[in-house]
């Protein structure tokens, strides 16, 4: 089975706070995908990445950036935190042409 | 801009009816349409579908896809109260594995 792990379930973080979120998978997918998902909004694709060091904009990438040195992990970074990215985080990974498999989220409150 | 649009937005139904979950697409390059069934946690993969008027299946599932209306429907019937979850489902864009997803549709199914 596919696992795709985050780092944490919880996160709680002060605005201006640079904040990392780590996603782990151990099916050697070459790609992988942030997402946050809001109330009425659905998902939205933040950022991905289709092999290691190599990073692509998704649909709302402001405010955020990512990091993939290895081909299992991808990393999401809020750089200065504001309110308006309390949500919650998704991490998925797929081999091309495959569906995406998701992490279980991180639910992320910037006070 | 690609768009995929859910209906209903949310259902109640009883244990033992049938439902049906619509999506619509309009998408870039489209290769595929997905559904997903996301509970408390992690969406998980429910259907991939690239070919039009194909049925698949699996158990009291079941889901189509109709190109030539840009449009999908999951049929799930004697529906159970383990269903009740929110109902996803995304477009994909050939040429990027990139995912874009409706808002949902929330089902619960009561006794």
């Known amino acids: 089975d596919v696992k795709v792990t985050q780092s944490s379930r919880y996160l709680v973080k002060r605005t201006g706070e640079k904040v990392f979120l780590e996603c782990v998978q151990d099916?050697?997918?070459?790609?992988m995908f942030w997402y946050r998902q809001d109330p009425g909004l659905g998902l939205r694709l933040i950022y991905f990445s289709y092999d290691v060091k190599m990073k692509e904009k998704g649909d709302i990438p402001e405010g955020y950036s990512v990091s993939r040195e290895k081909k299992e992990r991808f990393s999401l970074i809020l750089e200065s935190a504001s309110t308006n990215q309390t949500s919650m985080y998704l991490c998925a990974s797929s081999l091309a042409t495959q569906p995406q498999h998701f992490g279980d989220g991180t639910r992320l409150s910037i006070l | 801009e690609d768009k995929v649009v859910q209906s209903p937005l949310s259902l109640v139904v009883h244990e033992g009816d049938t439902v049906t979950l619509n999506c619509s697409y309009e998408?870039?390059?489209?290769?595929?349409l997905l559904w997903y069934k996301q509970e408390k946690k992690a969406p998980t993969f429910l259907f991939m579908l690239?070919?039009?008027?194909i049925e698949k299946k699996s158990g009291r599932l079941s889901s189509i896809l109709d190109k030539k209306e840009l449009s999908s429907i999951l049929n799930i019937t004697a529906t159970q109260t383990g269903d009740s979850a929110i109902y996803l489902c995304?477009?994909?864009?050939?040429?990027?594995?990139?995912?874009?997803f409706g808002t949902g549709t929330r089902l619960q199914v009561t006794l």
């Open positions: 998408v870039t390059n489209f290769r595929s």
């Open positions: 995304a477009g994909e864009v050939g040429t990027a594995s990139k995912l874009t």
């Open positions: 099916m050697d997918h070459e790609n």
């Open positions: 690239t070919s039009s008027g």
